[in-house]
Structures are given as C-alpha cells and as structure tokens.
C-alpha cells in the first residue's frame, strides 16, 4: 500500500501523539505540521523529520501534496477547518469530541461527498480485548441485551503541577466538559461493541461541576462539568446507564459492563496491563457461573498506530473507517440530550 500522505493541524500533546504513530507506520508519511505556535510545529518537525511547517491550518489544507489531514486542536476550531479540508479534497481524521454539537456534525456530513472522515473516539476497538468482546457478543453469547453500563469515577488529587488548558472544562471551547472529554470514548465503545444496533430514545441525566474545595485546580472561567450521570433509554427494552467523574469524593472505580438475558461481561476499556475480561453465564444447574473470556497487556502506542492505520486503509481501500461521521452523530446526540435533561431537570428525547 502506498503510504497515506498525512498533515497534522495541531501540535499539542495529542498532536505530537499521532506524530509519533505516523513515525512508526509505514503506511503513513508525515508530510506536514502546523500550529499558531511555530515553535510547537518546529518541534515536531523536528522530533519527526517532517520537512514542511505551516504557521495555520489553512496553509497545510492549501499544500497539494497533502491527501489527508488530523485536525488535533480544540472543538471550537474543527469544525470550520475540517469543512475547508472536505472541500479541499481532504480526507479527515478528527479528534475526539468530533463537535460541541449534531448540528455540527451534520455541517461536516454535508460536505463529506467521497471523502473518508474518521473520528478518533475510535481509539479503544483497536484493543485485542475489544476485539474479542465484539465477536462474544455479536455471536449472541449474551443472549438479548438489557443493559450496558459504564461508572468510571476518579476521585481528588494534589493539585495539578501545571496549569489546566482552558479548553478542558470550556463549553464554548470543547462543547462541555468531562461528559465530552471522555463520554465520546465511553459511548463509541459501547455502541461499537454492540454492533451500533442500539436506537436511543430518551434520556434523564443530571451534572455536576468542580466541588468548591478544588475550584482553583481548573483554568478560570471553566464552565463544564466534572460529573455527570445519566440514563439512557434505547428501542428493544435496552438501557444505558453512564456515569463520569472527576474531583469526586469517591472511591475510584473504572467499570463498563454489558448485560444480556443469558450472561455478562464486565469490561476495561483502556489499556492496562495484566487486564482480563470476565464472563458471568447463567447456567439451569450451577447458577451463574464465572471465566475469564480474556486476559493480556495493552498499551496506549499500540492504539494511537492502529488508528492511523485503519484510516489510512480506509483510504486506500474505500471501506468504512471504525467510527464514520455517521456513527459519531449518534455519539453526539446522545450526549446533546443528556446536557439538555441536565439543563432541564427532566427526561428528554434524543433527536
């Protein structure tokens, strides 16, 4: 396969992540780099042999030589960028959340055409764990699905060594803020694991933001939330329910689960070492009984590559990336709904 020639918007700490992925793949090329701070690009540059840095994105869009691009700045600038890439010709790979809202998804399905558009909140299904849950479950190993369940809670450190981004708990900048930070990864993987068959209808959520005690650990003026919890209706007699947080004054818990009519599984998304995936089987004679469906190591580098890679494949090939656009409005409308029924206090539909 010809390597897929990449520019990269964005030379923050994720940026130089998929710089580091494309370094390491021989179905990409780093052809470019850009970022407002030009010593961010240089760099990169740099560290990567990358021979041509742009001081905005609209410049490396401008490059011919570029056949796609990562867009791994905050939300608040994706959208226009990655609609200039579309109209340019690009393909697009965006970073997670791929919007602050469905309407600007939909502004980026309308200009796709044949262009392929990734999203990076794809990361977690190219675990081998993951890969081994889908098949489970698609197989039908569970029987009917009832519930699917993540709590993933982190309770109140020291304060940080350096200033938090003022992006992170920024509505206007990020769309939000825990619920989008990590919701997207949350809700992909669920969806994802399921097959995308799940139709959300209703939701009922509630948020929190920073405990006063902390306030001073986040950048001025955040106005996102650091907990949220919500309940997520879904078409078949299906729930999800979801709960985020940070600064809590809880015990730490990382937890996804999904529950069927004839077993579970209780699951780790991120990689860690010594993981193992658990299976719970309901049997006539013995009850509920317990296996290990899987157990490994996993590490976050092999996840940063094999996103590159099924995008770069996805071009070459013409087939679907992991997460298209079309999968991440339905992410994003999940996630509209439950800052509406937060903002309400009460259920709302999912449009």
Request: glycine share 8%.
């Amino acid at each position: 396969m010809t390597p897929l020639q990449l520019g990269i918007i964005g030379c923050g700490t994720i940026g130089a992540a998929h710089a580091q992925a494309a370094a390491a793949s021989d179905q990409v090329e780093l052809a470019a780099v850009a970022d407002v701070q030009r010593a961010l690009a240089e760099r990169t540059a740099a560290a990567y042999a990358v021979g041509t840095v742009y001081n905005s994105g609209a410049e490396l869009l401008a490059d011919a030589r570029v056949e796609a691009v990562v867009l791994a700045l905050p939300a608040s600038f994706r959208i226009a960028l990655g609609m200039q890439a579309l109209r340019a010709g690009k393909h697009l790979l965006t970073e997670k959340p791929v919007a602050r809202s469905a309407d600007e998804v939909r502004r980026l399905i309308s200009v796709q055409g044949d262009r392929v558009a990734a999203c990076c909140s794809s990361r977690f299904h190219f675990l081998e764990s993951t890969r081994t849950v889908t098949d489970w479950i698609d197989r039908g190993k569970l029987g009917a699905l009832r519930l699917l369940r993540c709590r993933a809670i982190v309770p109140a450190g020291p304060p940080p060594e350096t200033p938090p981004p003022a992006w992170r708990l920024s509505r206007e900048l990020n769309g939000g803020g825990i619920l989008v930070n990590w919701g997207c990864y949350d809700l992909d993987y669920l969806l994802g694991i399921s097959g995308w068959r799940l139709r959300p209808q209703t939701v009922l959520a509630q948020s929190w933001r920073v405990p006063s005690t902390f306030a001073d650990t986040v950048a001025p003026g955040s106005d996102g939330e650091t907990h949220i919890a919500g309940l997520v209706r879904c078409a078949d007699g299906i729930a999800l329910t979801y709960e985020r947080g940070e600064y809590a004054a809880a015990q730490a818990e990382t937890s996804w689960e999904v529950i069927g009519e004839a077993g579970s599984l209780r699951l780790q998304m991120t990689p860690a070492q010594e993981k193992e995936i658990l299976y719970y089987e309901n049997d006539r004679a013995d009850g509920t009984t317990t296996q290990t469906l899987w157990s490994g190591s996993e590490s976050y580098m092999d996840i940063h590559r094999a996103l590159l890679e099924d995008f770069a494949t996805a071009v070459r090939s013409g087939r679907p990336p992991k997460t298209t656009l079309a999968q991440a409005l339905l992410v994003q409308q999940i996630t509209d709904a439950m800052y509406r029924s937060a903002e309400r206090g009460e259920a709302v539909e999912v449009t």
